[in-house]
């Protein structure tokens, strides 16, 4: 089992900026697919963005040309770089991850990633 601890949400303008961080306890980060995910208060979860082993990335539609994630095998941790945010961004964002063969569909469904963190919150005001 692989524990995630995520950093860097808090509070931020419209139009701002965030990177939130996620750091993995595990023995090596190589075969695992990242996501991110965020619940807004009474929505359901929603993928935000992943990211394969081999470094295939995934954004949903809302967030496409705001958002970057990345990892840094290395550290065992995943990024999410968040810029122009909007006041809709708010919600608690949580990382996953699951471990997969290279090559494999990234997953995009809650029930698909088998590890989570605690969540931040990241609250964008107008």
């Known amino acids: 089992q692989v524990q995630l601890v995520e950093s860097g949400g808090g509070l931020v303008q419209t139009g701002g900026s965030l990177r939130l961080s996620c750091a993995a306890s595990v023995r090596t980060f190589v075969g695992y697919t990242l996501g991110w995910f965020r619940q807004a208060p009474g929505k359901e979860r929603e993928l935000v963005a992943a990211i394969s082993w081999a470094g295939i990335t995934y954004y949903a539609d809302s967030v496409k040309g705001r958002f970057t994630i990345s990892r840094d095998n290395a550290k065992n941790t995943v990024y999410l770089q968040m810029n122009s945010l909007k006041p809709d961004d708010t919600a608690v964002y949580s990382c996953?991850?699951?471990?997969?063969?290279?090559?494999?569909?990234?997953?995009?469904?809650?029930?698909?990633?088998?590890?989570w963190g605690q969540g931040t919150q990241v609250t964008v005001s107008s």
């Open positions: 996953a991850a699951r471990p997969l063969p290279y090559g494999s569909p990234t997953p995009r469904k809650t029930d698909q990633y088998t590890d």
